[in-house]
């Protein structure tokens, strides 16, 4: 079973803070993505990576970067934390090619409260 | 710009009843369409999908209908269990979309005993 992990469940973090969340995969897969979810506004994009050193915005990008320096792993990064950041943080990966690579496996999540 | 709508934010049914979950798109472009199950703390898991292909696929006791003049999809869970209880989301892909996924609003779906 692909087996996607986020390094915190629950995060508690002050407003200006820089905040590294960390996700790693162990399928090898090519694509990997992050999301955050809200009520009301579902799964939203905030970055993705198709290889290496590689990253495109997704639908919400301000306020976020990324970095994918090894294939199995992809961070998001706060670089000045707000309290509009408060979300619950998805990371998930999927491999490239054919109608499977829209499947999407997930973390189990990031709760993010930014006080 | 919601490409991806699930206008109906939580539904009730009784245990051993139809559940109907629907699901509006408004991109012609999308091709492949997935639903997604979450339950509290925990990352979505897929569920079910269908190609544009096709105007319906089943897996056990979930069934996807799509409708492609309607931009319209839906899932049927039958019967229902009160494990299915779980916020399910619906995602839409497509050429132009660059292998992302454009999720729905979701829906709690809650079974009664």
């Known amino acids: 079973d692909v087996k996607v992990t986020q390094s915190s469940r629950y995060l508690v973090k002050r407003t200006g803070e820089k905040v590294f969340l960390e996700c790693v995969q162990d399928?090898?897969?090519?694509?990997m993505f992050w999301y955050r979810q809200d009520p009301g506004l579902g799964l939203r994009l905030i970055y993705f990576s198709y290889d290496v050193k590689m990253k495109e915005k997704g639908d919400i990008p301000e306020g976020y970067s990324v970095s994918r320096e090894k294939k199995e792993r992809f961070s998001l990064i706060l670089e000045s934390a707000s309290t509009n950041q408060t979300s619950m943080y998805l990371c998930?990966?999927?491999?490239?090619?054919?109608?499977?690579?829209?499947?999407?496996?997930f973390g189990s999540g990031t709760q993010l409260s930014v006080l | 710009d919601q490409q991806v709508k699930q206008n109906s934010p939580s539904l009730s049914v009784q245990e051993g009843r139809i559940s109907i979950l629907n699901c509006d798109y408004t991109?012609?472009?999308?091709?492949?369409f997935l639903w997604y199950k979450k339950y509290p703390a925990e990352g979505p898991t897929f569920l079910i999908s269908i190609s544009s292909i096709k105007d319906k696929n089943e897996d056990g006791r979930f069934t996807v209908f799509l409708n492609k003049s309607a931009k319209h999809l839906s899932l049927h869970i039958v019967p229902s269990q009160p494990g299915d209880s779980a916020v399910y989301f619906c995602?839409?892909?497509?050429?132009?979309?660059?292998?992302?996924?454009?999720f729905g609003q979701g829906t709690e779906l809650s079974v009664k005993p």
């Open positions: 995602a839409a892909s497509g050429n132009n979309q660059g292998g992302k996924l454009i």
């Open positions: 399928m090898d897969h090519e694509n």
């Open positions: 998930a990966s999927s491999a490239p090619g054919g109608a499977t690579n829209e499947k999407l496996f």
């Open positions: 991109n012609s472009m999308f091709d492949y």
